[in-house]
């Protein structure tokens, strides 16, 4: 269950019992929320990241009987890195959600699974796209391509196996919800302490996130790595984590998009 962030405008004095300018935002610490510490936040995180990825991993295996020489084809296959995600996704946020409940609050809190305000959403969706664009533009004047071979080889092998359908939901709704919850939620939530750590885990946790896109050259990982300091700033400001896995799927349907344009 979702909660819905309520801003200080909302609160009247008698229903707010401290003043405005002191309410606590949604991921502050409190006496009641005792969060897991950096280190051991870190040390789940990849238990949760390697628990779905190795959980994916002995599936495909066991089911496509694959041997060792034929695993290279779970990075450019598009029928396996969709079952890749649809069965990754689930195994890690309930690793996520269960390792939260020892915190004092909600799955759902701790991971920030809030509603955004419109505000919030639309200011997301103007800022992640012009971001996006001038990227988008950097990368061919400096020779890019923007469609990497990643994105080609899995669109071109899922649109042959008749896949497409499910690889445009795995990429643009199931995949930024496990990323998102995982890097934006969980990550953030253990490195985020005060607002004078703030960019340290924006910064944490965009680094971290870069780094998981192994699938991309260097160039592109920098892409990656900046949006993802825009997307923990969002998390930040916003308190949800609901509004960047909307503004993450923004990105991967852009993404998409424009494989298909290359396709043409």
């Known amino acids: 269950m979702v909660q819905r962030c309520v801003s200080p405008q909302q609160l009247s004095p008698r229903e707010s019992p401290v003043s405005s300018n002191q309410i606590l935002r949604e991921d502050t610490v409190t006496d009641d929320v005792k969060p897991w510490g950096r280190?051991?936040?870190?040390?789940?995180?990849?238990?949760?990241?390697?628990?779905g990825q190795g959980a994916a991993l002995l599936t495909l295996v066991w089911w496509y009987r694959l041997s060792l020489p034929h695993w290279s084809d779970l990075m450019v296959d598009g029928v396996l890195v969709t079952l890749s995600v649809y069965i990754a996704t689930p195994v890690q946020t309930?690793?996520?959600?269960?390792?939260?409940?020892?915190?004092?609050?909600?799955?759902?809190?701790?991971?920030?699974?809030?509603?955004?305000?419109?505000?919030?959403?639309?200011?997301?969706?103007?800022?992640?796209?012009?971001?996006?664009?001038?990227?988008?533009?950097?990368?061919?004047l400096l020779g890019f391509n923007p469609v990497t071979q990643f994105q080609f080889d899995i669109y071109?092998?899922?649109?042959?196996?008749?896949?497409?359908?499910?690889?445009?939901?795995a990429i643009v709704v199931v995949g930024p919800i496990g990323e998102e919850t995982l890097f934006r939620g969980f990550l953030f939530r253990g490195w985020h302490r005060s607002p004078r750590d703030a960019w340290v885990a924006i910064i944490v946790t965009a680094l971290l996130w870069a780094l998981s896109h192994a699938q991309y050259n260097?160039?592109?990982?920098?892409?990656?790595?900046?949006?993802?300091?825009?997307?923990?700033?969002?998390?930040?400001?916003?308190?949800?984590?609901?509004?960047?896995?909307?503004?993450?799927?923004?990105?991967?349907?852009?993404?998409?998009?424009?494989?298909?344009?290359?396709?043409?």
Do not use: C
Not at 39 to 51: Q, V
Not at 246 to 263: C, D, I, P, S
């Open 94 to 140: 309930a690793l996520l959600a269960f390792m939260a409940r020892p915190t004092g609050t909600s799955a759902a809190s701790y991971l920030g699974l809030t509603l955004p305000h419109k505000r919030d959403v639309i200011i997301g969706i103007v800022i992640v796209t012009i971001v996006g664009a001038v990227l988008d533009g950097a990368s061919r």
């Open 218 to 264: 260097l160039f592109f990982i920098g892409q990656v790595f900046v949006f993802g300091l825009l997307l923990g700033w969002f998390r930040f400001k916003s308190g949800s984590t609901i509004l960047t896995i909307l503004l993450h799927g923004l990105l991967n349907l852009a993404a998409m998009l424009e494989t298909v344009v290359a396709f043409q």
């Open 156 to 169: 071109r092998s899922a649109r042959i196996e008749g896949w497409l359908p499910w690889l445009w939901l």
């Open 39 to 51: 280190w051991a936040t870190l040390g789940l995180s990849l238990i949760a990241l390697f628990g």
